[in-house]
């Protein structure tokens, strides 16, 4: 089972978020639903015995820090065909990624991390670039999920197994 973990986005960005993407696509793209849209933190990868890591995953989160998202821009992603919203990496969302990862020691994770939400799988064609655009909103993170991942022909689907609330010390 392939597992991550993720910040959700609050409703009333999404919307606006994939109405803006939408106006820099050159050509068809399989949107992302917004249903789906998250800001990955971990990714797990192929997870064997998933009832076993979602036991070790606490009830509960302490954070010295409000961590937040800082959406930047829209844009081409990192992989050809994807469009993102960039997300800064301030320090508190980076402590709270490096936490995650030492907690749950993910072999998986060995990539530089790069904070987005994928919007879109399929946007450009060969050599074609979509324009940036900016796109400045701030949304809190208080709380993560533990997703699963099906890839289906259509598209790629994410089923939250389990919710952990962030509390402030």
Do not use: C
């Amino acid at each position: 089972m392939r597992l991550f973990v993720a910040a959700p986005v609050p409703e009333t960005v999404k919307e606006k978020l994939l109405e803006t993407a939408r106006s820099l696509a050159p050509a068809p793209a399989r949107w992302v639903g917004a249903e789906n849209l998250h800001l990955t933190l971990l990714w797990l990868g192929e997870v064997a015995e998933p009832e076993e890591l979602l036991a070790s995953v606490p009830e509960q989160l302490p954070q010295p820090f409000v961590a937040t998202a800082l959406i930047t821009h829209i844009g081409a992603g990192k992989k050809l065909g994807q469009i993102w919203a960039y997300v800064h990496p301030e320090t508190p969302l980076l402590n709270l990624q490096a936490g995650l990862k030492k907690l749950l020691a993910s072999p998986e994770e060995d990539r530089a991390f790069t904070p987005h939400i994928t919007l879109a799988r399929g946007a450009t064609e060969e050599g074609q670039l979509v324009a940036d655009r900016a796109f400045h909103t701030t949304f809190r993170i208080t709380e993560l999920r533990v997703y699963r991942s099906e890839s289906t022909p259509e598209s790629v689907r994410y089923h939250a197994l389990k919710t952990i609330p962030l509390s402030h010390e």
